[in-house]
Nanobody
Framework: QVQLVESGGGLVQAGGSLRLSCVVS????????MGWFRQAPGKERDVVAA????????FHEDSVKGRFIISRDNAKNTVYLQMDNLKPGDTAIYYC????????????????????WGQGTQVTVSS
């Protein structure tokens, strides 16, 4: 089992930027595909972005394409979510998730595909 700790959330005005970080410990980080999800009050937890274990392939949900970028640094056991041009609709709790990947090209978008989750970090975007 791995442990995940997110940081970097906060309150920002529309058009601003934040960078979320998720530090992973407990197992070999480079064996894990990673994802960022978000959950707004009263809504389901949805994928924001996902990345393969090597970082060479990424997925971004349509509403964040061109504004958010997922990346990882396997030497630092950390996955990032750079969020630019934030909008009030991005307000949510953001979670990182880990899943041991079978192959180097695997990435996952369904919450049920992930075995480990962080505690979440709140992102609030004011208009």
């Amino acid at each position: 089992q791995v442990q995940l700790v997110e940081s970097g959330g906060g309150l920002v005005q529309a058009g601003g930027s934040l960078r979320l970080s998720c530090v992973v410990s407990g197992r070999t980080f480079s064996n894990y595909a990673m994802g960022w999800f978000r959950q707004a009050p009263g809504k389901e937890r949805d994928v924001v972005a996902a990345i393969t274990r090597s970082g060479d392939v990424t997925f971004h949900e349509d509403s964040v394409k061109g504004r958010f970028i997922i990346s990882r640094d396997n030497a630092k056991n950390t996955v990032y979510l750079q969020m630019d041009n934030l909008k009030p609709g991005d307000t949510a709790i953001y979670y990182c998730a880990a899943r041991e990947a079978s192959t180097a090209s695997d990435w996952y978008v369904e919450p049920v595909s992930y075995s480990s989750w962080g505690q979440g970090t709140q992102v609030t975007v004011s208009s």
